[in-house]
Antibody
C-alpha cells in the first residue's frame, strides 16, 4: 500500500524557517517524481514545488522561488521541503504527493502537515 | 501561467441528481493534461480523472470527464451521499495549476 506521511509542521514566526519531511512507503520511491502542494485555511490548492525522481531537476512556484528548497533522499525514501523567510501568506497545510508518471498526475497524497506563521 | 476558472462556485443538488462542473483554461491545455480531484473536509485530495476523461483506479463510473483545449467538464451522473465535496480541476501540461474549486453541497 502506498503511503506518504508528512511531518515537521508547526508554529513559526514571520521570517522564520522549518523543514518539512515526507516519508514514503509501499512503492519504489526512486522511480517517481514528487511534489509539494499547499492549501491555506479555507482556500484552494496551490502548487509549491516538484523534484524529479533522481533529484537532478527541481521546480518552484514563483511565490516561493528563492525561499523554499525541495530535496530528496532516495536511500531513505524521504522527501523534504526547506521553507524559509516565511510570510503570513505561507500559512497552510502542506501536502506531499506522488506524480503517477506518464500521463498520470498526482495519484497519491499524504494527509498534510500544518505550517502556522504568526508572531 | 495557465489560469483555470471553475464554475459554479457552489452547486446545490439532491442525492440522485446529476452534477455538471465546468473548468475553463486561459489557454489551451497541452495534450489535454487536465485532471479532476475530489476533496472532503479534513482529507487530502483524491484523483478522480486524468487526461480529461480517464478515470483513476477505483473511481466509480458515475464520474466522467470530457472536454478538450480550454473547456472541460466533470459530470457525476447520479449523486451519492459520499459525493458531496469540493472538486478541483488541475492542468499539468505546462507546469501545474489548480482551479479555485467547486463545492457540491446537499440541497
Amino acid at each position: 500500500e502506498v503511503q506518504l506521511v508528512e511531518s515537521g509542521g508547526g508554529l513559526v514566526q514571520p521570517g522564520g524557517s522549518l523543514r518539512l519531511s515526507c516519508a514514503a512507503s509501499g512503492f519504489t520511491f526512486s522511480t517517481y517524481a514528487m511534489y509539494w502542494v499547499r492549501q491555506a485555511p479555507g482556500k484552494g490548492l496551490e502548487y509549491v514545488s516538484a523534484i524529479s525522481n533522481n533529484g537532478g531537476s527541481t521546480y518552484y512556484a514563483n511565490s516561493v522561488r528563492g525561499r523554499f528548497t525541495i530535496s530528496r533522499d532516495n536511500s531513505k525514501k524521504m522527501l523534504y521541503l526547506q521553507v524559509g523567510t516565511l510570510r503570513i501568506e505561507d500559512m497552510a497545510v502542506y501536502y506531499c504527493a506522488r506524480e503517477g508518471g506518464g500521463v498520470v498526475p498526482l495519484d497519491y497524497w499524504g494527509q498534510g502537515t500544518l505550517v502556522t506563521v504568526s508572531s | 501561467e495557465i489560469v483555470l476558472t471553475q464554475s459554479p462556485g457552489t452547486l446545490s443538488l439532491s442525492p440522485g441528481e446529476r452534477a455538471t462542473l465546468s473548468c475553463r483554461a486561459s489557454q489551451s491545455v497541452s495534450s489535454n493534461y487536465l485532471a479532476w480531484y475530489q476533496q472532503k473536509p479534513g482529507q487530502a485530495p483524491r484523483l478522480l480523472i486524468f487526461r480529461a476523461s480517464t478515470r483513476a483506479t477505483g473511481i466509480p463510473d458515475r464520474f466522467s470527464g470530457s472536454g478538450s483545449g480550454t473547456d472541460f467538464t466533470l459530470t457525476i451522473s447520479r449523486l451519492e451521499p459520499e459525493d458531496f465535496a469540493v472538486y478541483y480541476c488541475q492542468q499539468y501540461g505546462n507546469s501545474l495549476t489548480f482551479g479555485g474549486g467547486t463545492e457540491v453541497e446537499i440541497k
